[in-house]
């Protein structure tokens, strides 16, 4: 690990969330009433037990967005709207990534490219730096790296152990090896290792297998990942090669890592479309874990082993259904801030 750096694990200590509200200007339009209705249960969730940082286009979607909080008795004295117009909403991809540098913190700001190109992000491409320049990191030192990258597809111990998939970071940067991508991550990441998945997909997921749709880590050397039992689905054999690969991983002191496979949903079909319905797609807060609930009897099995994989947190289930509409989940629209960091 590069001295006096260190990428924190989601759950250690978080000062707060950043999320961006969704719009009318936004791909949310067409669905915008049920899309609203999660952000206001995450939001409400979140200031359970931190701050919530809302990002909001202009003056008219903060005082909607407002309106809307305190009509659901929000604590807005744990809600603060960043000013800041973007494209769209899945900050876990174009919001800074955060590494501890001894007593403060460094901001990676990675170019963010839609998924490959697959959408216009130019906005969302500049929001870290529109963080920066408004000083909402205080003293914490901005780094701008030209390579693409996305929070979603990274996965972090805390402790030195990276985890990715090869999928995504190959059709990023086709032309680079295993091993030079390897060493660019740990490099900038202040890794020791990087665990790479080469199998693993959900349909519906246009970010090319995001780790945080397959596997997540937790405390104590563990692993949370999306498994299938249902030899009929069109996963199955995909989600039982990657469930095999994971039991293969060992710690950076060589044991098998503890396990804790996620039941499957039932498929969710939207005008004939396969919808990405992961529980791995779950954001740690302070002292809980929120989980994407989808209206499926595996919702309640899955916060049973969210509860074992994270004991003494609350696991708090989020309506997360209209999410899926536009391929991603919980996780994906939300990105933490170490504490401490931010004024």
């Known amino acids: 690990m590069t001295e006096n750096l260190r990428f924190p694990a989601e759950w250690e200590p978080q000062s707060a969330i950043l999320i961006a509200w969704p719009h009318a200007g936004t791909d949310w339009a067409d669905r915008l009433g049920e899309v ?33 909080l305190r009509s659901a008795r929000i604590d807005m004295d744990r ?108 490099g900038w990441l202040a890794q020791d290792r990087v665990l790479w998945l080469d199998h693993g997909y959900l349909e519906g997921d246009d970010t090319d297998a995001h780790i945080d749709t397959l ?19 069109s996963h199955h054999a995909e989600l039982k090669a990657m469930a095999g690969e994971i039991a293969a991983l060992r710690t950076a002191d060589g044991r098998p890592y503890r396990l804790f496979p996620l039941p499957w949903a039932a498929p969710v079909i939207d005008e004939g479309r396969r919808l990405a319905a992961s529980y791995a797609n779950f954001l740690i807060v302070n002292g809980a874990v929120l989980m994407p609930a989808y209206g499926d009897p595996a919702d309640d099995r899955a916060a049973a ?11 708090v289930q989020v309506p997360c259904r209209p999410l899926i509409w536009q391929n991603g989940s919980l996780h994906c629209i939300s990105m933490q801030l170490p504490a401490g960091l931010g004024r």
């Open 36 to 68: 609203e209705e999660t952000y206001i249960a995450l939001v409400a969730a979140i200031t359970r037990f931190q701050d919530a940082w809302i990002c909001v286009a202009d003056d008219d979607v903060e005082a909607y967005a407002e309106a809307r």
């Open 215 to 233: 596997a997540r880590f937790a405390p104590g050397d563990a692993i949370v990942f999306q498994a299938c039992d249902d030899e009929s689905d």
């Open 79 to 186: 809600v603060r709207f960043i000013p800041f117009d973007y494209d769209d909403t899945w900050l876990r991809d174009s919001g800074p990534i955060t590494l501890r540098e001894g007593e403060g913190f460094r901001v990676l700001d990675f170019r963010f490219t839609a998924w490959g190109g697959k959408f216009e992000a130019g906005r969302d491409d500049r929001l870290v730096q529109a963080l920066a320049a408004q000083g909402l990191f205080g003293h914490a030192t901005h780094q701008r790296i030209d390579f693409a990258l996305e929070g979603g597809g990274i996965e972090t111990d805390g402790a030195g152990t990276l985890l990715t998939t090869w999928r995504c970071l190959h059709e990023r940067h086709p032309q680079a090896s295993r091993e030079e991508l390897t060493a660019k991550l740990a």
């Open 305 to 315: 082993v969210l509860a074992q994989a994270f004991p003494g947190r609350e696991i």
